[in-house]
T-cell receptor
Framework: GENVEQHPSTLSVQEGDSAVIKCTYS??????FPWYKQELGKRPQLIID?????GEKKDQRIAVTLNKTAKHFSLHITETQPEDSAVYFC?????????????FGTGTLLAVQP | EAGVAQSPRYKIIEKRQSVAFWCNPI?????LYWYQQILGQGPKLLIQ????????DSQLPKDRFSAERLKGVDSTLKIQPAKLEDSAVYLC??????????????FGPGTRLTVL
């Protein structure tokens, strides 16, 4: 079955710096890759997603890149702010997204130091 | 629009007891998901419903876990009997449909279960 690996598990950056989180997936038929942000004690919330027919997507300070050949995708946050501090999860939808099932990575705890 | 609702928010039980969680998805969302999130891990899909039918329950421990969505709207997840390792946050999510196109899953606030 699909397996999603996520690195690093923790990331500490200074306010204003960039942060990069990387994920790899195993199912070459995966076609949808969302990123969720989860603040402490809160529900996961979608921040950006990308489909397999696109190589890069950007939304203000957040961007996601996808390399289908290497089966990895990354989240880039520029000009980080203290409110970016949270756990970030990547996910992949295997089997061509036939059922919209998501397999999540293990999460990255991002700490932005003011 | 109102989000995904879950209750209770917290539950503490002793091992071998039973517990039930309730979820009301966003109005009009055909697909409903139950996830288990153990501390320090990502959500793991337990079961997925499309209307009132089961799409995927491959990760559901069927000897102790059960779930239903009888009228295709709200859903209940039950654990009987509970084990210590069931301590986790149980998240409910919903999406418009369960196939490529409208993929975004909206999560509820979760139920934090502690088994003593």
């Amino acid at each position: 079955g699909e397996n999603v690996e996520q690195h690093p598990s923790t990331l500490s950056v200074q306010e204003g710096d960039s942060a990069v989180i990387k994920c790899t997936y195993s199912d070459s038929a995966s076609n949808y890759f969302p990123w969720y942000k989860q603040e402490l004690g809160k529900r996961p919330q979608l921040i950006i997603d990308i489909r397999s027919n696109v190589g890069e997507k950007k939304d203000q300070r957040i961007a996601v890149t996808l390399n289908k050949t290497a089966k990895h995708f990354s989240l880039h946050i520029t000009e980080t702010q203290p409110e970016d501090s949270a756990v970030y999860f990547c996910a992949a939808s295997p089997n061509g997204g036939a059922t919209n099932k998501l397999i999540f990575g293990t999460g990255t705890l991002l700490a932005v130091q003011p | 629009e109102a989000g995904v609702a879950q209750s209770p928010r917290y539950k503490i039980i002793e091992k071998r007891q039973s517990v039930a969680f309730w979820c009301n998805p966003i109005s009009g969302h055909a697909t409903l998901y139950w996830y288990q999130q153990i501390l320090g891990q990502g959500p793991k899909l337990l079961i997925q419903f499309q209307n009132n039918g089961v799409v995927d329950d491959s990760q559901l421990p069927k000897d102790r876990f059960s779930a239903e969505r009888l009228k295709g709207v709200d859903s209940t997840l039950k654990i009987q009997p509970a084990k210590l390792e069931d301590s986790a946050v149980y998240l409910c999510a919903s999406s418009l449909i369960g196939s490529a196109g409208n993929n975004e899953q909206f999560f509820g606030p979760g139920t934090r279960l502690t088994v003593l």
